[in-house]
């Protein structure tokens, strides 16, 4: 069955960086985008970025563009998402998601890990 399982989650300082992982199984990882999607406590969901199957388009919201940098190794079958120069506005619950099409971007998920909290503060 399809899992996805997203780690590296924590406490950091404003300013600080971490580095989130998504470890797929169950699907041919290296056919679909993904995404990192995230809910901060009250809120809704938000998109925050997404990557084609091979790696090379990427798309990302303006609240962490030239902040946040996803990419993947499809030979790991595994997301990543660097963050850096996090803000308290970054706190949140983080999933990855896996995109419904086979190489189509629709932003319309199929799957979804359990997340991994992020708390930003001092």
């Known amino acids: 069955q399809v899992q996805l399982v997203e780690s590296g989650g924590g406490l950091v300082q404003p300013g600080g960086s971490l580095r989130l992982s998504c470890a797929a199984s169950?699907?041919?990882?290296?056919?679909?985008?993904m995404s990192w999607v995230r809910q901060a406590p009250g809120k809704g969901l938000e998109w925050v970025s997404d990557?084609?199957?091979?790696?090379?388009?990427?798309y990302y919201a303006d609240s962490v563009k030239g902040r946040f940098t996803i990419s993947r190794d499809n030979t790991k079958n595994t997301l990543y998402l660097q963050m850096n120069s996090l803000e308290p506005e970054d706190t949140a619950l983080y999933y990855c998601?896996?995109?419904?099409?086979?190489?189509?971007?629709?932003?319309?998920?199929?799957?979804w890990g359990q997340g991994t909290q992020v708390t930003v503060s001092s």
């Open positions: 998601a896996r995109d419904l099409e086979w190489k189509q971007r629709g932003l319309d998920y199929a799957y």
């Open positions: 169950g699907f041919i990882f290296s056919g679909y985008y």
């Open positions: 990557i084609n199957s091979g790696g090379t388009t990427i």
